[in-house]
């Protein structure tokens, strides 16, 4: 190779040369000159080729080991995320099917409590219907009170219902008068006249006024205790 000086003493030969023609000698710039013993060898440019190789199969490594773990971590959370809505959906399914049940346990008590209530106010009232049918017939000679008359024609305990409802309506007076409504009679029956579908003697029979007041409560509510349950709420029936 060719050292500083030796270019340096080239430059000087040119130089001189063209002086020597009568030229303006112009100055050679050696020092911004590449210099020969700064051009790598062979064996020092394979060097710098295989360091940058191993340093881009780094970043390479590098980068895949990046992206393995972001994979990794996005496969994770979409694995919990996917658990978790598979709990609550297994939740909402579990309390949705509690409901249903709890809905339909509830149905079949009413149910069966409806159907209780029906049957034993069908048992009342074909009690009571033989009771009526065996009293003493409207006309007739009663010969008691009409505590006593009431007693004869229902059980006790639809008899102290009945009688509830009229110790309040008429104080067992047959002849009671509402000055308000002209309601008339043991249950004041509004308007009186319509007890004559027991019997014509309505007006001074108690037994006529009984069996036409228990047909009522019958009919309408179900016995004299589901009647009587009506005016506690309501004072009247």
């Not at 000698?25 to 000159?33: E, K, L, T």
């Not at 881009?56 to 972001?70: I, P, T, V």
């Not at 658990?83 to 149910?111: F, G, M, P, V, W």
């Amino acid at each position: 190779m060719a050292s500083a000086t030796a270019v340096t003493a080239v430059g000087a030969v040119v130089g001189v040369a063209s002086s020597s023609q009568g030229a303006t000698p112009q100055p050679v710039d050696v020092a911004g000159a590449t210099l020969l013993a700064d051009v790598p060898s062979a064996t020092q440019a394979q060097t710098i080729s295989d360091n940058f190789a191993v340093q881009s199969s780094a970043q390479r490594q590098s980068a895949d080991l990046a992206a393995q773990k972001a994979a990794q971590e996005a496969a994770r959370l979409k694995a919990a995320a996917d658990a978790q809505a598979k709990a609550d959906a297994d939740k909402a399914a579990a309390d949705a099917a509690a409901a249903q049940k709890a809905a339909a346990d509830a149905k079949a008590k009413a149910d069966a409590a409806a159907a209780q209530q029906a049957a034993a106010r069908a048992a009342a009232k074909s009690q009571l219907s033989t009771t009526t049918d065996s009293a003493p017939t409207a006309g007739s000679s009663t010969g008691g009170s009409p505590q006593s008359i009431a007693a004869g024609m229902m059980d006790s305990t639809q008899f102290q219902c009945f009688s509830n409802i009229v110790t309040r309506e008429s104080g067992w007076n047959i002849t009671a008068r509402n000055p308000s409504s002209g309601a008339y009679g043991l249950v004041q029956a509004l308007p009186g006249s319509k007890m004559a579908s027991a019997g014509s003697d309505w007006q001074t029979n108690p037994a006529t006024q009984i069996k036409w007041g228990l047909g009522y409560m019958n009919a309408t509510y179900g016995s004299p205790c589901d009647a009587w349950s009506f005016w506690q709420v309501h004072h009247a029936y």
